[in-house]
């Protein structure tokens, strides 16, 4: 079968006024588990040009409840090339680089040169590797976004090149040593500045000490990898103003949300 692009994007009309903006634009996806990967997997069916995907990890047994990519068929192999992969099969009509040894030293600068947008998607525990892509993207003039589902919801920030730097957003020296920052997560509320109520107390605290992993669930991770897809186009397009960090935007809760009755 030979893809026609305008077949493929025929059901944005109305939707996605500037497709050639989106087609023309690279974006450089770091993180392909979750909501990295299925963040490719939409912009890929909005018909976004060109994709560069990076990620060190496998699939592992416990991404099986939340992450796009992982299946017993996948177990064990690199979340980078699945995803590409599942990009291929939908659009082969959009250019992929894959970066299978994530993002590091040899990897930075190629992965971030000429991308329109970079989503950030690293694992919560590296931090090293998400220093390193924002600095980067901001040497670079290239604007971040970032999200991360936490319970029912999701929280995304958008990071640009002249607006708050991800390290004082994180409580952090813009000009500290990259070393410094060494492993483990960062402070809870950068992320999740309102941590649901539902949410036992003990595991809030728990997560904030690190000691233990984001409590998420499937449905979370979709809504999520939806929100950094949507917020991408809206960036290269410019068709709605989004504000940078400290401010952030929230999805609505599925587990608190209330039912709204027609008149």
């Known amino acids: 079968m030979t893809l026609k692009y305008e077949v493929l994007v025929a059901r944005n009309a109305g939707l996605i006024d500037k497709q050639t903006v989106l087609k023309n634009a690279t974006v450089a996806v770091a993180g392909c588990g979750g909501a990295g990967g299925g963040a490719a997997v939409s912009l890929a069916r909005m018909g976004v040009g060109a994709l560069r995907l990076a990620d060190p990890g496998d699939f592992e047994e416990t991404n099986l409840n939340r992450q796009w990519g992982s299946s017993s068929d996948s177990i064990g192999m690199n979340k ?15 250019a992929t680089e894959v970066y299978a040894q994530g993002i590091d030293a040899d990897s930075v600068q190629q992965f971030c040169a000429g991308a329109d947008v970079a989503i950030e998607a690293i694992d919560y525990w590296s931090a090293v590797p998400t220093v390193m892509l924002h600095r980067e ?3 670079r003039g290239v604007p971040v976004l970032t999200a991360v589902p936490v319970g029912w919801r999701s929280n995304l920030l958008l990071f640009e090149p002249d607006s708050m730097p991800f390290e004082e957003y994180i409580g952090r020296d813009r000009r500290a040593p990259l070393e410094s920052f060494g ?17 036992a107390p003990a595991l809030v605290a728990q997560v904030a000490a690190g000691e233990c992993d ?9 809504a999520t990898a939806a929100m950094l897809a ?30 709204r009755r027609l008149p």
Request: with cysteine.
């Open 230 to 259: 949507a917020f991408t186009y809206f960036r290269l397009s410019g068709v709605r103003e989004l504000k940078p960090a400290p401010y952030f935007y929230s999805s609505s809760d599925m587990m608190t949300m209330e039912p």
């Open 80 to 94: 980078a090339r699945v995803i590409e992969k599942l990009v291929r099969d939908v659009n082969p009509l959009c």
């Open 214 to 222: 984001i409590p998420v669930v499937a449905p979370a991770v979709d």
């Open 183 to 199: 492993e483990g997560p960062y402070p809870l509320h950068a992320y999740c500045p309102e941590p649901p109520d539902y949410v």
């Open 137 to 139: 993207c901001r040497g």
